[in-house]
């Protein structure tokens, strides 16, 4: 199982419509293991390097069934490791095999206040679904999901503001039932004139700004409906917000930076330029900019009449103060 674990993660891991960067996570249970992706490792890694934890499975079954949403996962044997913050989602799964994504083509309608309805109609009546609103990921979610499948047999997981999660078989009928549902879900992005890295990099608050070297996101700036959506529709998923922090720095222009950096005490790591284009001091992380991409992919794809809801600041200050969190964040600057 775990070669054909390992294949399907790194390939899926090659897609950035499929993850991006650390996100996501991949289990399998074995006996009484359970075998999960490490938090802050890449799925994209898994073949050259080892990515995986094994726990014991039948310590966080027993907390599932007694309703411990918060118990910590006992690792087997010695690893520097630490288990996914969604190991448990991972155990009350009863699937040998299951998998966990913020793929694009699903996200983008994950974020849409009725995407309920709208499976109801995509969806094929083969793919056995639930849907679970926005928990914070951790014991909240795994609460959440543990009581929408009760009695369900579902084999798909829908996370309103987050992901799906697929359990299966093996990673080949994953793979299938990911096909399924990414061509049933997917959304034509809103043509827009494709932008233009900028040139040059811009000077504001004592410091140099270079422009981010990705013409999609460069369209946040230069799209004027995309830079109108950035403040009212920033925090649509966890790994955004934690990411790339609880709100956008937006300037009208480069003088309008300039005079607005000029009375910040901290400089925000990422500025967008109304027309201009999207500014990263150096050493923005690979991490966060795949996160940003991820972000445009998703913005893009909001081209029908459905209501966007972002996630409340409440919602908002609790991603930003968790130390699981924190500590993905650490190795995210690695
Ligand atoms: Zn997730």
Not at 33 to 40: D, F, R
Not at 159 to 185: C, F, K, Y
Request: aromatic share 8%.
């Amino acid at each position: 199982m775990r070669d054909a674990v390992v294949a399907f993660c790194a390939a899926a891991g090659k897609e950035p419509l499929l993850v991006q960067g650390a996100g996501g996570n991949v289990s399998w249970k074995d006996g009484d293991t359970l075998w999960i992706k490490a938090s802050g490792t890449w799925l994209a890694d898994a073949a050259e390097k080892d990515i995986f934890v094994p726990v014991e499975l039948a310590q966080l079954r027993a907390a599932v069934a007694a309703g411990q949403f918060d118990v910590k996962p006992v690792v087997r044997g010695e690893s520097a490791l630490r288990p996914s913050i969604e190991t448990l989602l991972h155990a009350l799964m009863p699937q040998p095999v299951v998998v966990h994504l913020h793929a694009v083509e699903v996200l983008a309608h994950l974020v849409d206040a009725d995407f309920v309805a709208g499976f109801e109609q995509a969806l094929p009546a083969s793919i056995s679904w639930v849907a679970v609103p926005y928990r914070k990921p951790g014991a909240d979610l795994a609460r959440a999901v543990s009581e929408a499948l009760t009695g369900s047999g579902a084999s798909v997981v829908f996370l309103q503001n987050h992901g799906v999660v697929i359990g299966a078989d093996s990673p080949a009928a994953v793979t299938a039932m990911l096909d399924e549902l990414v061509a049933a879900l997917r959304t034509q992005p809103a043509p827009g004139a494709t932008a233009a890295v900028p040139a040059a990099p811009i000077e504001a608050g004592g410091t140099v700004y270079e422009p981010v070297p990705d013409a999609g996101v460069q369209r946040l700036a230069t799209d004027p409906v995309l830079f109108e959506r950035l403040s009212s529709q920033w925090a649509l998923y966890p790994d955004h917000v934690v990411f790339l922090g609880a709100f956008p720095y937006l300037a009208d222009s480069p003088a309008a930076l300039e005079a607005a950096l000029a009375q910040e005490q901290a400089l925000p790591e990422l500025v967008f330029v109304r027309g201009a284009g999207v500014f990263a001091r150096p050493g923005f992380s690979t991490a966060k900019q795949v996160q940003l991409r991820c972000y445009f992919d998703v913005l893009v794809r909001q081209t029908g009449h459905g209501r966007v809801l972002a996630l409340g600041t409440a919602e908002i200050g609790e991603l930003l103060d968790w130390d699981a969190e924190r500590y993905r964040m650490s190795l995210s600057k690695q």
